[in-house]
């Protein structure tokens, strides 16, 4: 059984970083893609981040040099460092697996709950 | 980036009513099309890929149809459980991007 288990969430400071991690199990996440996602309250879904099983990354231009998306093969883990936060960035941030059509093209079939992160003073 | 567009913002039905939900991509984005439905305090939950095809477990009463730019979400004969917030996403190009969501609420 495919499962996601985001933790890491927490208040934080304007400016300050926080590291968001996702476990899974039921596959290998260095097989696949693997993303976040995050859901400002009351919002939509905003894509933030993916990492490809050959190591190739893309990022939103909202958090591209300020957030690092990586991952731990022995844990089977995902990670999401954030830095120089902003309230903006206020939201739950969800990891997803990425699964590829039979054209190659990957699209998102699991998803975790979510971890909360919120930027304030 | 690619826009997506959806129509209505909100749609109140009875259950044992049909929904018919419109996704429109500002440039093609060909079938890489998927729907997601969320309900209030969950994750997201893929219903549909490739613009037409239903994931693992996902009823009969929900089909996906279109492709290019116009793609639609039908649910027949809709059910206490589907009363829920439905997105759809691109995902041929990057950024990703998802429509703005429908929520579908019970009259």
């Known amino acids: 059984e495919v499962q996601l288990v985001e933790s890491g969430g927490n208040l934080v400071q304007p400016g300050g970083s926080l590291r968001l991690s996702c476990a899974a199990s039921g596959f290998t996440v260095s097989s696949t893609y693997m993303s976040w996602v995050r859901q400002a309250s009351g919002k939509g879904l905003e894509w933030v981040s993916v990492l490809y099983s050959d190591g190739t990354i893309y990022y939103a231009d909202s958090v591209k040099d300020r957030f690092t998306i990586s991952r731990d093969d022995s844990k089977n883990t995902l990670f999401l460092q954030m830095n120089s936060l902003r309230a903006e960035d206020t939201a739950v941030y969800f990891c997803?697996?990425?699964?590829?059509?039979?054209?190659?093209?990957?699209?998102?079939?699991?998803w975790g709950q979510g971890t909360l992160v919120t930027v304030s003073s | 980036e690619i826009v997506m567009t959806q129509s209505p913002a909100a749609l109140s039905a009875s259950p044992g009513e049909r929904a018919t939900l419109s996704c429109r991509a500002s440039?093609?984005?060909?079938?890489?099309l998927a729907w997601y439905q969320q309900k209030p305090g969950q994750a997201p939950r893929l219903l549909i890929n490739?613009?037409?095809i239903r994931a693992t477990d996902i009823p009969a009463r929900f089909s996906g149809s279109g492709s290019g730019t116009e793609f639609t979400l039908t649910i027949t004969s809709l059910q206490s459980e589907d009363f829920a917030v439905y997105y759809c996403?691109?995902?041929?190009?990057?950024?990703?991007?998802f429509g703005q969501g429908t929520k579908v609420e019970i009259k």
């Open positions: 996403q691109q995902y041929i190009r990057w950024p990703w991007t």
């Open positions: 997803a697996r990425g699964r590829k059509d039979s054209g190659g093209w990957a699209f998102l079939d699991y």
């Open positions: 440039q093609s984005v060909g079938s890489n």
């Open positions: 490739g613009a037409s």
